[in-house]
């Protein structure tokens, strides 16, 4: 098992050469690692060479290859990634908000690249994300009221029966669920006191899949 500096350094290497086909520096590593000295740099290597995870390359300056990675991570490095986790995932993050989007009548969709709405981070951890304000009754049957917070996931795709917001004729936008027939494409309300839209699929696009939606009690 590796110490922590140890397992530190080997990672910090391997990622760096993978990402940029070359050994970082000394002082990229000492500010890797932690450690304030060149000497206690050359030490870690040392050590690892000697346990065969790296070696060095004759008649190159500054070359290291990586010749494995240890299949266990020391208990510490653990920790570590675990409280970074949970410091995340307790985190608040800003995504755009683009204005307004239609639950009934389609409406031009506002977009506004100054205004932000702060979400949980880890409702948007996996993908691209962004916020719509809900306008209109017509999805009321699966919770959607006037007035919540969309988060939308950026797709442009959609499984049937998912909810998406599709955009009309390039001009209208819409949140609806997306079911797709043989030759036509179906906005499909969650009220029964609005009707289903066909449409030519060349005439809509997705611009996102419903990830949640956030409601504010006054």
């Known amino acids: 098992m590796l110490t922590p500096k140890q397992y530190k350094l080997l990672m910090f290497i391997d990622n760096s050469i993978k990402e940029h086909g070359c050994c970082p520096s000394f002082e990229e590593m000492k500010q890797a690692v932690g450690i304030k000295s060149k000497s206690g740099i050359h030490s870690l290597i040392e050590e690892l060479i000697e346990r065969d995870f790296i070696k060095k390359l004759p008649h190159k300056a500054r070359a290291l ?6 299949r266990f991570k ?3 490095i653990i920790e570590e990634e675990k409280k970074a986790k949970q410091a995340l995932l307790g985190a608040a993050v800003q995504i755009p908000l683009y204005g307004k989007i239609a639950a009934g009548t389609p409406i031009a969709a ?6 932000f709405f702060t979400v949980p981070y880890d409702m948007v951890s996996k993908g691209t994300f962004y916020a719509l ?3 209109g009754e017509s999805m009321i049957e699966a919770g959607i009221m006037n007035g919540d917070t969309a988060i939308i996931r950026k797709s442009e795709t959609a499984e049937n ?3 998406v917001v599709a955009l009309i004729d390039d001009e209208e936008a819409t949140l609806k669920i997306w079911q797709k027939k043989k030759d036509e494409i179906w906005l499909v309300p969650c009220n029964k006191d609005y009707e289903i839209r066909k449409f030519h699929p060349s005439r809509v696009k997705i611009q996102g899949i419903l990830s949640s939606i956030i409601r504010k009690y006054h």
């Open 65 to 70: 290859e990586v010749l494995k990675i240890p």
């Open 74 to 76: 020391p208990r510490e």
């Open 110 to 115: 506002i977009t506004n690249e100054n205004e």
């Open 133 to 135: 304000t809900i306008e």
């Open 161 to 163: 029966g998912q909810i």
